[in-house]
């Protein structure tokens, strides 16, 4: 069976890969993903306030006078709690590169202008395949308008893209007051894809302590819906790759994103719950259904259930409302 996709100008054997997360800090893990059949490595991110941190902690040192202290240090943020600080991203991507054949995506998570988006051309510099720009990001300031922030996002895309040459993926979330016509503005100035989309971990009120907790809850294929919906909105109809990212657990979710529009799944919850291993099961399960419902390849069925073979996507998307509404009486 036919599995191959085309992801950021990349022709993979099969549209599953990890995404973003700590699963590719080991290379050992990083090996298994390969051998288990990863049609790439996605990198978690590095954060623009790491990177910020290092630029302003250097140019103190520059400027520092003769009679400082080195008390003065402590003037400077908090030392990293990432598990890899940004010249250590650099040379794991090195080492990434040493270990496994398929594209390293690396990724970039950041929300205003600024001199780290430079750090994207080193990035290319030190092997990196293609860059995911993640704009995780919650707007809590009452005087920023939407277009301050859908613009503050173009301007980064377009300032990667002057810099670099290699395919750069927006990883969105779905907050935004027109979605459609925000991804094909990305896609304008430069989005070579999207995925869709970025988890928010919501914070938890801890009612004894007066503090605000932090949670992590891995995702289920409950998730998956809001996806499925902006997938089958935007495929066809933006000139950008689409990726899926949150809520794919079985073949049969993946079955369900590529029929939407989905040129890749990335796979996180999954494989911190069942190792790196179910990649090799979910490749086995996707060629079997695809078998079973006569299909030659996955191309065949890309896109199949997407808004763009409807006439009316706005109208019915309406009526779907409607008879949804309704069914709760019926």
């Given at each position: 069976m036919d599995l191959s996709t085309t992801y950021l100008g990349f022709r993979l054997p099969h549209p599953f890969m990890p995404g973003a997360s700590p699963l590719v800090d080991d290379l050992d893990t990083v090996r298994r993903l390969e051998d288990a059949g990863a049609a790439a490595i996605v990198m978690h991110s590095?954060?623009?306030?790491?990177?910020?941190?290092?630029?302003?902690?250097?140019?103190?040192?520059?400027?520092?006078?003769?009679?400082?202290?080195?008390?003065?240090?402590?003037?400077?943020?908090?030392?990293?709690?990432?598990?890899?600080?940004?010249?250590e991203y650099l040379k794991h991507i090195h080492k990434l590169k040493a270990v496994v054949s398929i594209p390293v995506i690396?990724?970039?998570?950041?929300?205003?202008?600024?001199?780290?988006?430079?750090?994207?051309?080193?990035?290319?510099?030190?092997?990196?395949?293609?860059?995911?720009?993640?704009?995780?990001?919650?707007?809590?300031?009452?005087?920023?308008?939407?277009?301050?922030?859908?613009?503050?996002?173009?301007?980064?895309?377009?300032?990667?893209?002057?810099?670099?040459?290699?395919?750069?993926?927006v990883k969105l979330s779905p907050f935004y007051t027109s979605l459609a016509g925000f991804a094909r503005r990305l896609a304008e100035s430069g989005a070579d894809g999207l995925v869709l989309f970025n988890r928010f971990y919501q914070p938890d009120i801890d009612t004894e302590t007066l503090e605000v907790s932090p949670t992590l809850r891995l995702s289920d294929s409950s998730e998956l819906l809001l996806r499925l919906r902006w997938l089958a909105i935007l495929s066809g109809r933006v000139g950008a790759?689409?990726?899926?990212?949150?809520?794919?657990?079985?073949?049969?979710?993946?079955?369900?994103?590529?029929?939407?529009?989905?040129?890749?799944?990335?796979?996180?919850?999954?494989?911190?719950?069942?190792?790196?291993?179910?990649?090799?099961?979910?490749r086995h399960d996707l060629a079997l259904w695809l078998e079973e419902h006569e299909y030659d390849s996955l191309e065949q069925m890309k896109g199949s259930m997407s808004l763009l073979r409807c006439p009316n996507p706005a109208a019915h998307e309406r009526a779907n409302y409607m008879t949804i509404l309704q069914s709760w009486w019926g």
């Open positions: 590095l954060f623009e306030e790491q990177i910020t941190r290092e630029q302003v902690a250097v140019a103190r040192y520059l400027d520092m006078p003769g009679e400082s202290f080195a008390e003065a240090l402590s003037y400077l943020p908090n030392p990293d709690s990432f598990a890899l600080g940004p010249e690396a990724s970039l998570n950041g929300t205003t202008d600024g001199g780290w988006l430079g750090y994207a051309r080193l990035l290319e510099g030190a092997g990196a395949d293609a860059l995911e720009l993640n704009v995780y990001a919650l707007a809590t300031d009452v005087n920023d308008s939407s277009e301050i922030l859908e613009r503050r996002t173009l301007h980064m895309v377009e300032a990667i893209k002057r810099s670099i040459g290699i395919p750069v993926a790759s689409l990726a899926v990212t949150g809520g794919v657990h079985t073949a049969l979710d993946a079955v369900k994103s590529v029929m939407a529009g989905a040129d890749a799944v990335q796979l996180v919850s999954t494989l911190l719950r069942h190792g790196p291993e179910r990649l090799t099961t979910l």
